[in-house]
């Protein structure tokens, strides 16, 4: 036994040595048939328990993003010594991850290196918009560009991973995780999965400045009954693969490191032990070769869902499902290797994971540099740069939404004679870095107030008040503080001397809407108003001056009917990160041009939620004749603001919509080109969107699906015509044959600057 373990640790040092001599020649470092001849031999010098221990990540306890568990720090540094852990999560620092990494390889038998993971969702310590935030601006390359940036603060602080991008298509402004991802439509959302799969991991996983990305939460998690975080999820098949899957196939398509399931069952089974998701979808079915992590302690949820009777039980049907790695449940380390040997869990599913596990480890290169991630030289000057900062207000600028502009009341004049800056988030200075905020530092933003003094001449006078606060002033602003019943106050004292400062202002800029902590997880509500007394707010100050733009600050939709009704200007600015004032400022004086268009529609009121542009027609759609149709009695049917939608300071006109053919065959194609014309007289950018209806179907489609888009500059008077490509990609669905595949037919086609566009085209599919 003892000489099988000095042949073991020879051959694994020759291995590793073999691969640093080979460490500046990326063909061979990178190579796939390499990096599998690699891990076939670590594997094979492997005990049971070193495979057991691969499939282990432990929290650092730095920052805790669950429920805590029991098992201590010494009892954590004796497993890393003894090569029981695969993987840490919120280990933070260089400092921390090399002394982590140090213990293992200094005291473990095979001396295989931990992978740091950490939710770097929308930025390191530069934050940019919360991802619902930055989707709006529907431009792939600045998406891409701030996930390269959040990659390489990341990694300066010794994380290899990020739990990003969260690609779960969210239609309900109740769950509090809406915030996290892109909104509601499964082509825009896969676009930008894939847009940040490419910037955190870059063209070589290798390079110390990119690190793996994770597609997460697979799956169905957005879709919780009634917005409620973590519940039940009640889908079909057919709904599951033609909404919820397609980003995470784009996503794995795109060569994402890994994935983490979700917390939610579906149908009845939890997601975790769901074989047929995570073994035949996405392993054999897209023959994707990354390493599945189980969400925070989703292996033990198991027994609570009433799926498993005990931890046992639930590490049997996790690893048997293919969730490869183990998350805080504690089930795996305690159980996986008797399942083995009890013959409950094959071993050829274990080496599956460890080799999954080792491939991800390879391809960063830790194999060759242990430490590679440990340098506090770029720790401390590549993290939270100027340039960094220049780019996040790029990004922040470019995710406001102009949704109301009456009488042009913006852009404002820099050389007003005084503003009126009221509302509690008007000198916040936390609100913006939003939540999931990684090393984003409590106040760090620029807050509006900051921003427009920063913008405006010195001749303009500023009042600034307060007005109403959202959070009771007892409660604490922490990441891990959890949002009581009734968080709002009541206290309405501030509002005559906001009143006041209004009454002289030339303009007032009122800034209201969500704390931080308001959505993210765990933060699901009921009520998606204006909380506390910001409505009485808002109503008193538009009593005394019309001149009001609503600056609103919000990680989910909001029912905003008041405001959309009598306030003449709204700009969304969702959460948007260190620069936000700067950026809202950089929009309210025009100096940049709104270009953002909403990746989630805005209802009416709470009660329409789950609302979304891609619906179903049902079979009573609306009738003038009839009573009896899919309608409420007390509610619009469609949106406020509608998915796609966002103003300008300039007008687009579209026209001249052209299909070069009417008639293709299922593998055909045809060109579509628009017209647009920019009408006004500034230059602005356009998203120009592309939605197609199948009228007839195997099942029932949408009635309109975004299938393409396309941001253009066009100056102020200029035509430009913008062609698209319709085909096998744009009309195929997952149908009756459980197979993507187009069905002949007629095809209704758009093409506008939002999901109602009514300029139109028809064409047909013949077999
Ligand atoms: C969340 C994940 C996150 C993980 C680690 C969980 O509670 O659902 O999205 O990546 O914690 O922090």
Redesign the pocket.
Known sequence: MQKNNLLSILVLFILLTFSCSDKNNKILTNSSAKIEQKVDSVLTLMTLKEKVGQMVQYNGSWDV??PPSNVSDEEKFEKLKNGGVGSM??VLSVKATREAQRLVMENSRLKIPLIFGY?VIHGYKTIFPIPLGESASWDLEIIKKSATIAASEASAAGVHWT?SP?IDISRDARWGRIMEGSGEDPYLTSKIGVAKVQGYQGEDLSINNTIAACA??FAGYGFAEAGRDYNAVNIGEYELQNTILPPFKAAAEAGVATF?NS?NEIDGIPATGDKILQRNILKEGWNWDGFMVS??GSIGEMIAHGYAKDKAHAAEIAANAGSDMD?ESYAYEAHLEQLVEEGKVDISLINDAVKRILRVKFKLGLFDDPYKYCNEEREKTEIFTEENQTFAREVAKKSIVLLKNKGNLLPLSKDLKSIAIIGPLADDKDTPIGNWRAKGGTNSAVSLLEGIKNSVSSSTKIAYQKGVSILKEEYPKGRGFLMPLNFNTDDKSGIPAAVNAAKTAEMVVLAIGEVALQTG?GRSQTNIKLVGVQQELLEAIYKVNKNVVVVLMNGRPMDISWAAENVPSILECWHLGSQSGNAIADVLFGDYNPSGKLPVSFPHNVGQEPLYYNQKNTGRPFSPTHVTFSAYRDAPKTALYPFGYGLSYTTFEYKNLILDKNEILPNGEIKASVVITNTGNRDGEEVVQLYIRDLVGSLTRPIRELKGFEKVMVKAGETKTVNFTVNVETLQFYTINKKWEVEPGDFELWIGGDSTTSLKASFKVIE
């Open positions: 993003t669950g999560l919120n939710d739990f969260m997460k939460h983490m917390f969400d925070w998350m997880e």
